[in-house]
């Protein structure tokens, strides 16, 4: 099993910048694959970004704005976000897929809230 706890998240003006972090623990050799989601109200969950494998995914409209990074030794998972818009308003999630193919994600956190205004 993994744990995942994210952090990190803020109310911040337009055009303002965040890192948002998430600490892994437990079996870490199923986090082959790991990524950060976010879900608006009355909006469904979303992927922003991914990592693994050796690849680096992000979502169109985040694409130039947000950077996804992983730090083994620390177990930790980064999204940094940088000229936020009002859109970007969200709770994000973080997330560890076993299997590498960033399709199927096995262990959530409990996400941390992001509002831009």
């Known amino acids: 099993h993994v744990q995942l706890v994210e952090s990190g998240g803020a109310s911040v003006q337009t055009g303002g910048s965040l890192r948002l972090s998430c600490a892994f623990s437990?079996?870490?050799?199923?986090?082959?694959?790991m990524g950060w989601f976010r879900q608006a109200p009355g909006k469904e969950r979303e992927a922003v970004a991914a990592?693994?494998?050796?690849?680096?995914y992000y979502a169109d409209s985040v694409k130039g704005r947000l950077t996804i990074s992983r730090d083994n030794a620390k177990n930790t998972l980064y999204l940094q976000m940088k000229s936020l818009k009002p859109e970007d308003t969200a709770v994000y999630y973080c997330?560890?897929?076993?299997?590498?193919?960033?399709?199927?994600?096995?262990?959530w956190g409990q996400g941390t809230q992001v509002t831009v205004s």
């Open positions: 990592t693994g494998g050796g690849s680096t």
């Open positions: 437990g079996n870490t050799r199923n986090t082959h694959c």
């Open positions: 997330a560890a897929d076993r299997s590498g193919y960033c399709v199927s994600y096995d262990y």
